[in-house]
């Protein structure tokens, strides 16, 4: 594996534990539907909630959203409503973005609620 993509996996596997201590129940993990895979599906209360993870090296961004491309957020809308109906899921959907910035000191997280909206 090359460091990208060691760096993607700890940068998900370190979002799910920050997501299971804010007390999410994780319903899938890399669920993938045609060309869209969604990180994570996780549950908490009455929503569920599509997660995806960017791992970067460095935190020169303007906003977490500007992370993921707009053809990015479509495949992610295809890839809920898909799991949605499969599932026969009667809960609220949202969208949230999380990013893992590789430090010395490991990876610090910053986790953005409601990312973006699917209309």
């Known amino acids: 594996m090359n ?8 940068g998900e596997e370190v979002a799910q534990n ?9 319903l899938e993990r890399n669920y993938r539907y045609r060309k869209a895979e969604v990180d994570l599906i996780v549950q908490k209360g009455d929503q569920v909630i599509f997660v995806e993870v960017k791992s970067r090296t460095s935190k020169w961004i303007a906003h977490l ?10 495949l992610l809308v295809e890839a809920a409503d898909h799991y949605v109906i499969n599932n026969n899921i009667e809960l609220e959907v949202r969208f949230d973005i999380i ?9 610090e997280l910053e986790h953005l609620e409601d990312a973006f909206y699917y209309f």
């Open 3 to 10: 460091a990208p993509h060691l760096l993607g996996l700890k």
């Open 18 to 26: 920050l997501l299971l201590k804010k007390g999410y129940k994780i």
């Open 65 to 74: 959203a500007d992370h993921v491309s707009k053809k990015k957020i479509r």
């Open 99 to 107: 990013t893992a910035f590789k430090t010395k000191k490991g990876m």
